[in-house]
């Protein structure tokens, strides 16, 4: 399990915005990993959000940058252009979901596998929608924004709820310091996600760094992303979780 290891942590980033570069120094210096959802229909356009009363910067990476912002970690869906998905017909959420996983693997250069729903949870992910994802795309997992607060493997992987978003500070360091200490011989998985802006609004680089610092380099945990987790053939085997089948794309030219 987890290459020998019953724990695991991964992280788990949406939107793809400019501040993933400054994201991915910090998971790079304690060598930890994470997989960011990406709209490639957006990639290369400038904008802003207003959060808690604060304009943070929304900007997104060009396309021809991408591969380089991302390497080393993994690059997963998160739609064309971020619509509601229940809102669609069959043939946009194909759209919005299989173009977009096809165009981010043509340029990162690998099968992209992996998504995170946008929108709120209810606004984007029902049992129609799953359904879509399972006859008509090469989505393997993808995850919500339903937090459980405990570490337990799931077996509905379209349906992947987190641990925790990494802004409820309180909740994020207790789970981080009980996973630490957490003796098992059994699959746990810690799963934090969030968006890399987010830290802009009250600046809490810091206080994310202190939380990475406190998980990381520790001999019993897998740091990996979240296909190397979720998909985790061992990890598979122990939870029943099936994955569905769908026509792969020729291989990728080296």
């Known amino acids: 399990m987890f290459d020998g290891k019953a ?22 210096k304690y060598e930890l990993k994470c997989t960011f959802n990406l709209n490639s229909g957006l990639l290369g356009r400038a904008g802003s959000l207003v959060r808690e009363d604060v304009t943070v910067a929304h900007c997104k990476p060009r396309a021809c940058e991408t591969r380089s912002i991302y390497e080393g970690h993994e690059v997963a869906v998160h739609t064309l252009h971020h619509p509601q998905l229940t809102k669609l017909s069959t043939k946009k959420v194909v759209r919005e979901v299989e ?120 001999d019993d945990i897998f740091y990996g992303t979240n296909k190397e987790v979720l998909l985790d053939p061992d990890l598979l085997a122990y939870t029943g979780a099936k994955l569905h089948s769908y026509r792969k794309r020729k291989p990728f030219e080296k």
């Not at 695991?8 to 790079?28: H, M, W």
């Open 7 to 28: 724990k695991a942590i991964t992280f788990s980033y949406d939107d793809g915005v400019l501040q993933d570069k400054r994201l991915i120094e910090i998971l790079n």
């Open 99 to 218: 173009d977009d996983r096809k165009a981010l693997s043509d340029i990162v250069g690998y099968e992209v596998v992996g998504m995170a729903y946008p929108c709120s949870t209810k606004a984007s992910q029902n049992d129609r929608v799953v359904n879509i994802l399972q006859r008509f795309t090469g989505v393997q997992y993808s995850r919500n924004t339903i937090s459980t607060y405990n570490f337990e493997p799931q077996t509905d992987l379209l349906r992947f709820c987190p641990t925790v978003h990494h802004a409820e500070w309180d909740e994020l360091f207790r789970l981080g310091e009980e996973f630490v200490s957490l003796k098992t011989d059994a699959p746990k998985i810690f799963y934090i996600w969030g968006h890399s802006y987010e830290f802009d609004i009250f600046n809490d680089w810091n206080k994310f760094e202190d939380f990475c610092r406190l998980i990381s380099g520790k």
